[in-house]
């Protein structure tokens, strides 16, 4: 986790330790880039006790070992890093993470990386072990460099859009543009020009990294790979940009052969979800967002997915698509309607099979988050009262019903003109979005131009507003409501209980169930995911006992049972 760290500055891990041969393919005096983040502008900024970012750092567990100097480039304001390991055994052991053509991160000019004598090709030995290969560039633009009269716009880097290649021999891999549209960020509103675009980072946000998958099989040869880095050539009529300059981390990580063949991992929920990094399209009562990962060896081409809220009934529904080793897809879940969301406000998300067979790891099958509920409202008559600024033609403004029917829709506004829209909406879900193409709110303090608009939802029996937007909210306001349906938790009075004893087992175990009915599944797996025994035992609200002697060898495994809403999972150990 890094939190508030200055703009500009990195996170690096320089090791201390050189005597570990497991880990001889690094150095102490080589610096590794294992994130980025750019501090917000701080006037009149209040995080509150703060806000999370989280950095999947697991490719630099073998630097994160021993001795380590971290540093993340300033002293002016406080940090706070805390590293939080997961048990568990990742896709595949890195063999060597390689840093082609500069170490940790460098500042480069923009015309040298264009004539490419700043990152020119790169001939690379991999390691003797090495079965998978991903290159991951972090870049970031920066400076206000032109050839213009009187320093015109445009400038470079921060603010002019390149595009960005990777080649293996003379083959282009990828090419990807990182210029970001900075209105949607999470941490807002700030001071300062928080919502302009730049190349690749926006003020109060991490950087994020493109990752490419490179097949080992057509571009490597004798063990050997020529690696390159490109980028758009400097504009000829305006030559003074190639001064501006970008910050660069660019890593070539190297695996073993993976561990599995057919395994998806549940790799995070985007919603429902409270971690603030998602909070722009949170609360919902709509579908759910999940991401899934390809951590086995084959290509990832369809996965089950079983998903439910606590104390509901779950769904089901097969993705299908194509995915290389550890590439990622954001995976939207269909609910049949909205009394899904009936239950405890926790969302939990399996992955129950990977390439129409059983999936290999059951550790990376689950996830589950808290999640906090959308506003009621106790009233079916609301009013939408908006108030355009002097830009109104940058707004849109809608409400649609949970099948996403459009019950309002405001555009083609008059300026600085109030629209108060009563609307009678039945039990349901609903979700309100505001856009603006000029990505600066009803408000903002660089644009003293556009005036100041508003937006409130008012009782249709009342003048009292329910909700009020505020005005500087960037490119867009997304609210989802309810009326009538509170979506309140829901308590069960039957408990479940779910035991095995005697453990530490030396041979036989019983499990014990306790309040479920019906048929409850059973599955054991060892902790590298091997299923090792499944069954069923049929429960009608009691308790229910059977016993199990399945003559299993000294170790650790786990014991899961489910009945279709609710899994427990516990470990079993067996000795001797």
Not at 100 to 125: E, I
Not at 221 to 229: E, K, P, Q, R, W
Not at 245 to 250: G, Q, R
Request: charge should be negative; glycine fraction near 10%; charged fraction near 15%.
């Amino acid at each position: 986790y890094l939190n508030g760290i200055r703009k500009d500055s990195t996170a690096i891990v320089r090791d201390s330790i050189l005597h570990n041969r497991t880990k001889s393919w690094y150095s102490n005096t080589v610096a590794y880039e294992i994130g980025r983040y750019i501090t917000p502008y701080g006037i009149n900024l209040n995080m509150g006790d703060g806000k999370t970012w989280i950095y999947d750092v697991t490719d630099y567990y073998g630097i994160l070992q021993d001795t380590v100097h971290l540093a993340s480039g300033t002293n002016l304001e406080l940090q706070d890093v805390r590293f939080a390991f997961i048990k568990g055994a990742p896709p595949a052991r890195v063999t060597h993470i390689g840093q082609p053509w500069f170490k940790g991160h460098n500042t480069k000019r923009f015309k040298d990386l264009a004539d490419n004598t700043s990152a020119a090709p790169a001939q690379v030995k991999l390691h003797p072990d090495t079965r998978q290969l991903r290159l991951r560039a972090r870049l970031t633009g920066h400076g206000f460099q032109t050839s213009n009269a009187g320093g015109a716009y445009p400038h470079c880097c921060e603010f002019w859009e390149n595009t960005h290649y990777f080649y293996a021999g003379n083959q282009q891999l990828a090419s990807w543009k990182i210029f970001q549209e900075c209105g949607y960020n999470p941490l807002y509103p700030q001071g300062g020009t928080w919502t302009t675009p730049r190349e690749g980072w926006c003020p109060g946000d991490m950087v994020p990294d493109k990752n490419v998958y490179v097949d080992l099989s057509r571009y490597a040869s004798g063990g050997n790979i020529t690696l390159d880095y490109g980028i758009s050539p400097v504009p000829a009529n305006n030559p003074g940009l190639g001064l501006g300059d970008y910050v660069m981390s660019l890593q070539a990580i190297e695996y073993a052969d993976p561990g599995r063949e057919n395994d998806a991992e549940l790799y995070d929920i985007i919603r429902p979800t409270d971690q603030f990094y998602h909070s722009r399209i949170n609360p919902v009562c709509s579908n759910p967002a999940i991401i899934i990962r390809n951590a086995g060896s084959k290509p990832l081409t369809t996965a089950e997915i079983r998903y439910y809220v606590a104390g509901g009934k779950a769904e089901i529904y097969t993705w299908n698509g194509n995915l290389q080793f550890m590439e990622t897809e954001t995976v939207t879940l269909p609910i049949s309607g909205t009394d899904f969301w009936n239950g405890k406000q926790v969302f939990t998300a399996v992955i129950t099979g990977a390439n129409n067979t059983t999936d290999e790891y059951a550790l990376n099958d689950t996830a589950s988050v808290h999640y906090s509920i959308p506003d009621n409202f106790s009233t079916d008559k609301i009013v939408v009262a908006f108030r355009t600024n002097n830009s109104p033609s940058h707004n849109v403004l809608t409400i649609q019903n949970f099948n996403g029917d459009t019950l309002l829709l405001r555009n083609n506004l008059a300026a600085n003109h109030s629209y108060n829209d009563t609307l009678l909406l039945p039990r349901g879900c609903y979700t309100l979005k505001l856009t603006d193409a000029g990505h600066d709110g009803l408000s903002f303090w660089a644009n003293p131009g556009q005036g100041t608009g508003s937006l409130q939802i008012r009782s249709g029996n009342s003048p009292f507003p329910l909700k009020t937007f505020g005005a500087d909210f960037g490119a867009e306001i997304s609210y989802a409501f309810s009326t009538g349906f509170p979506m309140e938790v829901y308590d069960s009075d039957k408990p479940f209980s779910f035991e095995v004893f005697p453990n530490p087992a030396n041979g036989a175990f019983y499990i014990r169930l306790s309040g479920y009915t019906g048929n409850v599944n059973l599955q054991l797996t060892n902790l590298i995911g091997q299923q090792i025994m499944t069954d069923a035992v049929q429960c009608s609200g009691g308790i229910s006992e059977k016993k199990y002697d399945l003559q299993l060898t000294a170790g650790i495994y786990l014991l899961k049972a489910g009945d279709g809403n609710n899994i427990s999972t516990l470990r079993l150990v067996v000795r001797d």
